[in-house]
């Protein structure tokens, strides 16, 4: 099989990225510029900050990228740029920078859906040595992000059935929210992580969204019951401050433990051969831990640096694509909401 290498470009939140793969697994290279430091003085992310800051960042990314690879542009054969979902103005800038590769290079440009760019990052190691075996499908997949979170049978390579997904917040939109309540820095997720270690998980008993005879998720019950403690605690006069690293604890063991009932049982009822975690709350250190403690399957959790927002994972997922054959045109517009079931072949 010919070998294919991919530039990819990820704009579309608050990460400019760009990455060189080869063959959907080895990473040459991957660069990612954050913006957490702009975005914390607003406690979120700010959509037209997002955009003119990855007007100023992407050229030097994509250069830095190339450069890490040892490659120019006539060593890859396409550039595959995120499409959707995310923020249109932040999408635009990196579809618009691959359209300006293209023109000058003649490269096909492919639009990939970012969804999809997360789970074939399970798929991708760093370039050094013996490439471990790759997931065997039919897999249970759960993308855990600060946008998403979604139950996903991936019945083949680019073929997927969306068994279900928030119906309120996101988890890590949750972990971001409850981080601002009990008083602790954006991104709330690590944030969360950090308190939660110096707490006990049992010391407030939240409740555990379960959602029988449903595959969705819903935080939104667990975000008014960590509230209603919150202002309970506040309102008590013989407490001192809030115990922040307990009611830390305490939410984090109530969502990991959803998110890996759920996705164990999903895995079960639908026959899957192993497991895959992946999107930026897959780099919590409790959810991963205990996926591996309960999990019968093998679980494809992958390293902390794949699991945030980057542009390996577009490329990875690119590769697959011009495998198979996808190509997009000039006039490619964004797809700020996309969902994945969209795309199966
Ligand atoms: O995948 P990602 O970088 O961006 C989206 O596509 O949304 O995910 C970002 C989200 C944020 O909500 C952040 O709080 C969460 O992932 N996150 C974590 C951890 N690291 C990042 N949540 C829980 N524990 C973590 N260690
Ligand atoms: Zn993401």
């Keep these: 099989m010919e070998t294919i290498r991919v530039l990819g470009i990820e704009t579309s939140c608050d990460e400019t990225a760009a990455a060189v793969v080869e063959d959907g697994r080895k990473i040459f290279s991957s660069v990612v510029a954050s913006q957490v430091d702009l975005h914390a003085q607003f406690g979120g992310v700010f959509p037209e900050a997002a955009s003119r800051q990855h007007i100023l960042n992407i050229y030097p990314i994509i250069e830095a990228a190339l450069r890490e690879a040892h490659m120019d542009l006539k060593e890859v054969d396409a550039v595959?740029?995120?499409?959707?979902?995310?923020?249109?103005?932040s999408l635009v800038v990196g579809i618009n920078a691959a359209k300006g590769l293209s023109?000058?290079?003649?490269?096909?440009?492919?639009g990939i859906n970012h969804l999809e760019g997360h789970l074939y990052s399970a798929w991708l190691h760093e370039f050094s040595g013996d490439?471990?075996?790759?997931?065997?499908?039919?897999?249970?997949?759960?993308?855990?992000?600060?946008?998403?979170?979604?139950?996903?049978?991936?019945?083949?390579?680019?073929?997927y059935r969306r068994l279900g997904g928030t119906l309120d917040d996101a988890a890590g939109e949750a972990f971001d929210k409850i981080a601002r309540l009990i008083g602790l820095s954006y991104p709330g997720g690590p944030a969360i992580q950090r308190a939660a270690e110096e707490g006990n998980p049992q010391a407030v008993k939240f409740p555990r969204?379960?959602?029988p005879g449903s595959w969705d998720f819903s935080f939104s019950g667990l975000k008014t019951a960590v509230l209603r403690t919150v202002?309970?605690?506040?309102?008590?006069?013989?407490?001192?401050?809030?115990?922040?690293?307990?009611?830390?604890?305490?939410?984090?063991?109530?969502?990991?433990?959803?998110?890996?009932?759920?996705?164990?049982?999903?895995?079960?009822?639908?026959d899957a051969k192993e497991i895959l975690v992946?999107?930026?709350?897959?780099?919590?250190?409790?959810?991963?831990?205990?996926?591996?403690?309960?999990?019968?399957?093998?679980?494809?959790?992958?390293?902390?640096s794949l699991c945030t927002d980057n542009a390996a994972m577009?490329?990875?997922a690119g590769c697959y694509r011009f495998g198979a054959g996808q190509r997009d045109g000039l006039d490619m517009d964004a797809l700020p909401t996309w969902p994945l079931s969209e795309l199966s072949i």
């Design 278 to 304: 992946v999107g930026g709350v897959s780099a919590n250190k409790a959810l991963r831990e205990r996926f591996w403690a309960e999990s019968r399957l093998p679980v494809h959790i992958p390293p902390l």
């Design 231 to 270: 202002r309970a605690l506040e309102a008590d006069t013989n407490v001192e401050g809030l115990p922040v690293a307990d009611l830390a604890a305490s939410f984090q063991a109530s969502v990991v433990e959803v998110l890996v009932g759920k996705t164990l049982e999903a895995a079960r009822e639908f």
């Design 103 to 110: 023109l000058g290079s003649g490269l096909p440009i492919l």
């Design 209 to 211: 969204p379960w959602l």
């Design 131 to 159: 490439l471990p075996p790759e997931p065997r499908c039919p897999l249970m997949a759960l993308i855990v992000s600060g946008g998403h979170t979604e139950l996903i049978l991936m019945e083949d390579h680019c073929r």
């Design 80 to 89: 595959a740029v995120t499409r959707g979902p995310g923020l249109p103005g």
């Design 314 to 316: 577009i490329a990875g």
